[in-house]
């Protein structure tokens, strides 16, 4: 009766982790989903789970700095170490991915001194009232182009997040 019992209470602690695995892997393929094709490639159940998905993960998230000036510290420090992984942690965290490729993209065409250069040397910072949106900028006369990356500030972490470059 003992081993049973123990082989019960093992059945079930595997299904249990089964469960919660599972459940971890699906969470993993909606955000996969949104982050590949956007909030078109979702059914409805999934656009309603994705909301909660992200709120773990911001919620979770403390990669980045109490201002925006620091983020971009830690995000140009990264980038400078070559570590993608590290660099895409300063991005919200449904850009992340994305961000992991286009760092490994600019690497590979060998213009990351000059992508360095460019989002250290701005000119202007421009902050919304309540101060959680900011855009830094540098305005190339040259060519009558701006450069532009965009912060928010994560309100579950309270640091600072890339949301655009």
């Not at 309100?155 to 470059?165: F, L, M, S």
């Amino acid at each position: 009766m003992k081993k049973i019992i123990i082989g019960v209470v093992v059945v079930l602690i595997l299904v249990g982790a089964g469960w919660y695995g599972y459940g971890k892997w699906q969470d993993a393929m909606i955000l996969e989903k949104f982050q590949t094709g956007g909030e078109k490639a979702l059914t409805g159940e999934e656009f309603l789970r994705l909301g909660d998905i992200l709120l773990k993960k911001y919620a979770s998230d403390t990669y980045g700095s109490t201002t925006p000036e620091g983020t971009l510290e830690l995000f140009v420090t990264a980038l400078k170490a070559g570590d993608a992984d590290l660099a895409s942690k300063y991005f919200i965290p449904e850009k992340q991915k994305q961000a992991v490729l286009d760092i490994e993209e600019i690497n590979k065409n060998n213009r990351m001194d000059a992508v360095i250069l460019d989002i250290s040397g701005y000119d202007r910072k421009a902050c919304d009232d309540k101060n959680i949106e900011c855009t830094f900028s540098r305005y190339y006369k040259d060519r009558d182009v701006y450069s532009l990356i965009d912060f928010i500030l994560n309100q579950e972490t309270k640091v600072w997040k890339i949301t655009n470059w």
